[in-house]
């Protein structure tokens, strides 16, 4: 009943602060589309069907370091992540994250909670690694008039070096230490008692994480950034915006750093906030900043779900004839 309570509190939250950005940007200025245009619409969906892969194939490279001997057909990551993806429209996404993932490796697979719950942190990691490299150099390119054009080049690529920076240490070494020296890594749906305990005898919570993993987890977490960037390109089209495909690329990163202290169900409001931030910082329309936020969420919705739905299905059913197959 608590909980309930807290997630509906929550959503309240997420909601006012929704609807105050938007009374920020100027309500009169929504215009509803005279026509949508369908197919940046179906890119979307492509494009999240591209995302849930990478968040998919992501994860299994952690779970299989942390696990190796487990057997998880590699198709159920891929329906997990789409459950939690829609999950996380309706809860905070760290609760869809634990309770949805974690939880599903702890009951369906047999995994220690420790384990479970620091394959989710360690996929969460590199997405704010790549954020806290990223977020400065958008910064820096949204004041482009400031520097000059070779110089956000080198910028760039710097960023770029730094982020494949933890293939070439002991990055292994460091995370192992790490996730056995901090007690009670911060989320509450740890239980903390456990954590401790089971953290104090873990010798290797990754033993065969290579460097080679390293590199391909950090490489699926850029070009999943770089999808949802193109995914807001599309999602902008959908509804003729006139909004530089530029600045949506290069705020992307800004939005999702809203993430980091996002506390309600799918970062409503919160992203909302971040977007009006970034879109008023490169002095875009007024119009044109509350009709992108307005269409962000609508398709985002629209296309995680679909896109998810579409996913579990198939996989669904291929599961079923090949049990089918089996038989005969």
């Known amino acids: 009943m608590k909980k309930n309570i807290n997630r509906l509190l929550l959503f309240i939250a997420g909601l006012t602060l929704f609807f105050l950005t938007i009374s920020f940007s100027g309500i009169e200025n929504i215009t509803l589309p005279d026509k949508i245009s369908w197919l940046p619409v179906l890119g979307g969906i492509l494009s999240t069907i591209f995302i849930l892969a990478i968040l998919a194939e992501r994860w299994r490279i952690i779970v299989l370091s942390i696990s190796p001997d487990s057997y998880i057909p590699r198709g159920e990551f891929y329906q997990i992540i789409g459950k939690t993806i829609i999950a996380g429209h309706l809860i905070p996404k760290e609760v869809a994250d634990f309770g949805g993932r974690a939880i599903w490796l702890i009951n369906k697979k047999g995994l220690p909670m420790i384990k479970a719950g620091s394959s989710i942190l360690f996929d969460r990691l590199f997405d704010v690694w790549v954020l806290l490299i990223t977020f400065p150099t958008a910064i820096i390119y949204f004041n482009g008039s400031l520097v000059s054009t070779n110089f956000l080049i080198i910028i760039a690529i710097g960023s770029l070096s730094i982020i494949f920076s933890p293939i070439f240490f002991d990055t292994v ?29 873990q010798e290797n919570l990754f033993p065969y994480l290579t460097q080679v993993s390293i590199a391909k987890i950090i490489l699926f977490s850029i070009i999943k950034f770089l999808i949802l960037s193109i995914r807001n390109v599309l999602f902008a089209l959908a509804i003729f915006l006139n909004i530089p495909s530029d600045i949506l690329i290069a705020g992307t990163p800004l939005s999702q750093a809203t993430f980091i202290f996002s506390f309600t169900a799918g970062g409503l409001g919160v992203l909302e906030a971040g977007w009006l931030a970034i879109l008023d910082l490169a002095n875009q329309d007024p119009i044109l900043i509350v009709n992108f936020i307005l269409a962000q969420r609508f398709f985002t919705i629209l296309c995680d779900n679909i896109a998810s739905i579409s996913v579990i299905t198939f996989l669904s059913l291929a599961k079923k004839r090949s049990n089918s197959a089996q038989t005969l």
């Open 173 to 201: 070494k460091i995370m192992n230490f790490i996730f056995k020296s901090v007690k009670n890594i911060g989320f509450k749906f740890i239980n903390h008692w456990v954590h401790r305990k089971l953290g104090s005898r």
